[in-house]
């Protein structure tokens, strides 16, 4: 703990060091009147500056975050129409699809494929079903 102490006097003999009197011709970034600064991170001419520059630093995030929100919202909405649209188009549909316009689960579709409830044609690893089986069903 002695070996510290003439650390402490070196620290303390820098201080005056430390804070520097910088003088950093600047731009403001608000306002563009030019200004000196003491730290190499000032931005503003003074507070206001920075105030405002905050505030429409703000403005902008919000405006921001409402067209990305508007945009997600106009994508999900074209999913929901061209993947209902598709789905009334479609003659031949997959596991999902099926269980999408009969309202049940996959797993209902699936079991019933085994069961030979309903037809469908393996497609690799996935079953393909016929809209009509789906019709028939209900015959
Ligand atoms: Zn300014």
């Not at 910088?22 to 206001?48: E, H, M, S």
């Not at 009969?102 to 690893?125: C, D, E, N």
Request: charge should be positive.
């Amino acid at each position: 703990m002695h070996h510290n102490a003439p650390r402490c006097t070196t620290s303390l003999h820098n201080a005056p060091f430390m804070s520097s009197n910088l003088y950093i011709p600047k731009t403001c970034q608000q306002c563009g009147n030019l200004f000196t600064a003491r730290t190499t991170v000032t931005k503003y001419c003074g507070d206001n500056c920075a105030k405002k520059a905050y505030k429409a630093r703000k403005r902008q995030q919000k405006i921001d975050a409402s067209l990305q929100e508007t945009k997600e919202q106009q994508v999900m909405q074209q999913v929901a129409t061209t993947s209902s649209d598709s789905l009334s188009n479609k003659d031949f549909l997959s596991v999902t699809d099926a269980s999408k316009l009969m309202g049940v689960s996959r797993w209902t579709i699936q079991r019933m494929i085994k069961r030979g409830q309903l037809k469908a044609v393996p497609f690799g690893r996935k079953h393909i079903v016929a809209r009509h089986q789906i019709e028939n069903l209900f015959n």
